[in-house]
């Protein structure tokens, strides 16, 4: 599978952002995807998961209430939608799918890493 993360930016603090993932080359439908981000100088994180149906989703606390992960499973498309954007938000961000089930993803779970997109948030 191939992915595509696209819809980064350069935004203010406090505004939004919906990023989207393009996955070719084989279904993501049955897979739990997920939305990574590494900030300059750090290690990769996980931000938020989506299940394969999408009815249960998961995010990490500093998200929480601001990010919502949803997914087209026809379109074989996943999104962010980040609202109420801070500075630390500032990352390249990644999806990936896993056959792990939608919670907090850990790295080792992620078998393809596409092309991030960057995030860049001003005070």
């Known amino acids: 599978v191939q992915l595509q993360a696209s819809g980064g930016g350069v935004v203010q603090a406090g505004g939004s952002l919906r990023l989207s993932c393009a996955a070719s080359?084989?279904?993501?439908?049955?897979?739990?995807m997920g939305w990574f981000r590494q900030a300059p100088g750090k290690e990769r994180v996980f931000v938020a998961s989506?299940?394969?149906?999408?009815?249960?989703?998961y995010y990490t606390d500093s998200v929480k209430g601001r990010f919502t992960i949803s997914r087209d499973n026809g379109k074989n498309m996943a999104y962010l939608q980040m609202n109420s954007l801070k500075p630390e938000d500032t990352a390249v961000y990644y999806c990936?799918?896993?056959?792990?089930?939608?919670?907090?993803?850990?790295?080792?779970?992620?078998?393809?890493w596409g092309q991030g997109t960057q995030v860049t948030v001003s005070s």
């Open positions: 080359g084989r279904t993501i439908s049955r897979y739990t």
């Open positions: 990936a799918p896993t056959t792990s089930p939608a919670g907090l993803l850990r790295l080792d779970s992620i078998d393809v």
């Open positions: 989506i299940s394969w149906s999408g009815s249960s989703t």
